[in-house]
Nanobody, 116 residues
Framework: QEELVESGGGLVRAGGSLRLSCASS????????VGWFRQNTGTQRVMVAG???????NYADSVKGRFAISRDNAKKMIFLQMNNLRSDDTAVYYC??????????WGQGTQVTVSS
């Protein structure tokens, strides 16, 4: 069974940076796309960043220019570099893998809290 484990969340001041990591139990070189999502209590989970196997990225408008997604297929790792963090970036962040069925493999989430 595929498993994803996120790490790197925490408390940071506005303007600061964090790097989230996601370790996959499965090979990533056959995964069509990987992504990072975030969710606050009572709201829907939304995509923050996505990265296709071919290297195409897409970002939510709110994080463009501040966040960067990357993957290391050899190490089975996915990363999200977050710079110039704002209070509205506060959320639980999840990494996910896309298959032919859509986004159907999820991590347990890691909390990011940005203080103003």
């Amino acid at each position: 069974q595929e498993e994803l484990v996120e790490s790197g969340g925490g408390l940071v001041r506005a303007g600061g940076s964090l790097r989230l990591s996601c370790a996959s139990s499965e090979r990533l070189d056959m995964i069509p796309a990987v992504g990072w999502f975030r969710q606050n209590t009572g709201t829907q989970r939304v995509m923050v960043a996505g990265l296709s196997l071919g290297g195409v990225t897409n970002y939510a408008d709110s994080v463009k220019g501040r966040f960067a997604i990357s993957r290391d297929n050899a190490k089975k790792m996915i990363f999200l570099q977050m710079n110039n963090l704002r209070s509205d970036d506060t959320a639980v962040y999840y990494c996910a893998l896309a298959t032919i069925n859509g986004w159907d493999v999820w991590g347990q989430g890691t909390q990011v809290t940005v203080s103003s």
